[in-house]
């Protein structure tokens, strides 16, 4: 009988928490304008800068990056693309497998490969999840909500 694998949904990531994915939720908010320190603690700069950037979406203002903040948060990236959003996807990839491409910001061959040897080991069994090297919601959500198999 084969394995099928369901994409988990966006972990919910809250003051005091720590490492993975906080460093993730720093990066993202970075890249949204919202300055934060790149440290793996959620402390209450991180939580002010969630609650801020909940308010500019009209999101609920919590401070939790939740099922309805991470869609918000995430910005889809490709090869050629550099910044804290890609960076935040190198810092998933890094978690997963501290052999790959280093956490520099730059998405370049390194780290596209990275990305679709990602989503073809989970979109062989999630058809959701495309091989295009792009790191879009499904993706994201991949990364961060550690698809299980069930």
Known sequence: MATTLNLNP??????GDKNHPV???????NAQGFTVDVDGEFGPQTQQAVRDFQTTRSLSVDGIVGPATWPALVIQVRQGD????????????????????????EFGPATDAAVRAF??????????VKVD??????????LVGNTSAE
Do not use: H, M
């Not at 993730?24 to 908010?29: K, S, Y």
């Not at 989503?119 to 959701?128: D, P």
């Not at 790191?135 to 991949?142: D, K, S």
């Open 10 to 15: 966006f972990p919910e990531v809250r003051q």
């Open 23 to 29: 460093k993730t939720v720093q990066d993202l908010l």
């Open 119 to 128: 989503q073809q080991s989970i979109g062989a069994k999630v058809s959701v």
């Open 82 to 105: 550099e910044g804290d959003a890609v960076r935040g996807v190198q810092e998933e990839l890094d978690f997963r497998d501290p052999k790959g491409p280093k956490v520099d910001g």
């Open 133 to 142: 090297g792009i790191v879009g919601v499904i993706t994201w959500q991949a």
